[in-house]
């Protein structure tokens, strides 16, 4: 999986997710606290909205319905399917 350009909206970050780390490591390395205790995408606690681009979903906590519309993520697990991704947070 090639690495992956990650906008921090809120926080003014641009960062990248290199092959093999989660969004959710790279964004806790660059400061932001963000939950994610479950770091398997069971429990929703690391949910992020999805400002632009299209998650790559890989979670067991959306629905299908929630999926399809890609308004939201779970960034321990999940990526993009494509290069970029602009996330509230």
Do not use: F, K, Q, Y
């Given at each position: 999986?090639?690495?992956?350009?990650?906008?921090?909206?809120?926080?003014?970050?641009?960062?990248?997710?290199?092959?093999?780390?989660?969004?959710?490591?790279?964004?806790?390395?660059?400061?932001?606290?963000?939950?994610?205790?479950?770091?398997?995408?069971?429990?929703?606690?690391?949910?992020?909205?999805?400002?632009?681009?299209?998650?790559?979903?890989?979670?067991?906590?959306?629905?299908?319905?929630e999926r399809a519309f890609g308004?939201?993520?779970?960034?321990?697990?999940s990526g993009a399917q494509g290069?970029?991704?602009?996330?509230?947070?």
């Open positions: 999986m090639p690495a992956v350009h990650v906008v921090c909206a809120t926080a003014g970050l641009d960062l990248v997710v290199p092959p093999g780390a989660s969004i959710l490591d790279v964004v806790r390395d660059a400061g932001l606290p963000v939950a994610g205790p479950c770091r398997d995408g069971s429990c929703g606690a690391c949910e992020t909205r999805v400002l632009e681009g299209e998650p790559e979903h890989r979670d067991a906590v959306l629905t299908a319905e308004e939201t993520m779970m960034i321990c697990v290069d970029r991704l602009v996330l509230d947070l």
